[in-house]
């Protein structure tokens, strides 16, 4: 009914601005600390399409795109690039898109994440779920993608760039200071392991080829959070 839906909204209104509080603090924060000489550079990205323009009201780094809503990636940089560059062409406002927006999705099989790396270029992908993990708790031992996985993506999607490059002017390409360009299509996108990561097993997705892992728990719960980076960090190259 009407009462319903005005508390809903009045609900998700509220849900929206404590969200953007929270990202520009985290955004000031960054920024304060850019000139501290252990300052080590990261990127904040809010989650979800729907949170599209808190993102932008916070003027964070990107936003995370879930793999059933990849087909609103254009529209995403397109709205983006309208609120960022509102005078420019078109054609400028993609090119500074790239530079200043970071897209990224989910995957959770080869198929799926090759299709989405030829049709949306995200800049970075998750992918899994590859172990047990309470963010998925309906899936059991034979519904997970594995460890391997990650790793296989990042083969067949790089396989994939190798036979577009062969038509590419190499001077053309964009590539930024880490080597992963920035939804071009002519670079691999970085590929994080997801799915029950913990300190204990972060180094076997890395084994297989994952540049990283993402996770929550291990962290969020932890009596030290960032003790518990540090330790997965560390794990990640010590298997």
Same mark, same amino acid.
């Not at 898109?97 to 949306?120: C, D, P, R």
């Given at each position: ?44 990205? /809010? ?7 808190? +993102?932008?009201? +916070? ?101 994939? /760039? ?12 964009? /590539? ?61 190259? +010590?298997?």
């Amino acid at each position: 009914d009407d009462t319903q839906s005005q508390s809903q909204s009045q609900s998700q209104s509220q849900f929206q601005q404590r969200l953007i509080h929270l990202a520009t603090q985290i955004m000031t924060n960054k920024e304060k600390h850019k000139s501290h000489p252990l300052y080590n550079d990261y990127k904040v990205v /809010i989650n979800d399409v729907a949170n599209l323009q808190a +993102a932008m009201e +916070a003027n964070v780094d990107g936003i995370h795109v879930k793999e059933k809503d990849v087909h609103q990636i254009p529209y995403m940089r397109s709205t983006w690039a309208n609120a960022l560059f509102p005078q420019q062409q078109s054609q400028s406002q993609s090119q500074c898109l790239e530079k200043n927006m970071i897209v990224g999705t989910s995957a959770h099989s080869i198929e799926s994440a090759l299709s989405n790396h030829q049709l949306y270029k995200p800049d970075y992908m998750f992918v899994g779920t590859c172990y047990l993990t309470q963010s998925h708790p309906e899936k059991n031992a034979q519904d997970l993608e594995g460890p391997a996985l990650p790793g296989l993506v990042k083969v067949a999607i790089q396989k994939e /760039i190798d036979s577009v490059k062969e038509d590419i002017d190499q001077d053309s390409i964009d /590539i930024d200071k880490h080597g992963h360009g920035h939804g071009n299509g002519t670079v691999s996108p970085i590929i994080f392991a997801i799915g029950g990561i913990e300190r204990e097993n972060c180094h076997e997705p890395v084994g297989y080829g994952s540049d990283g892992v993402a996770v929550i728990r291990s962290v969020m719960q932890a009596s030290n959070p960032a003790l518990a980076v540090k330790n997965i960090k560390e794990g990640m190259h +010590a298997g």
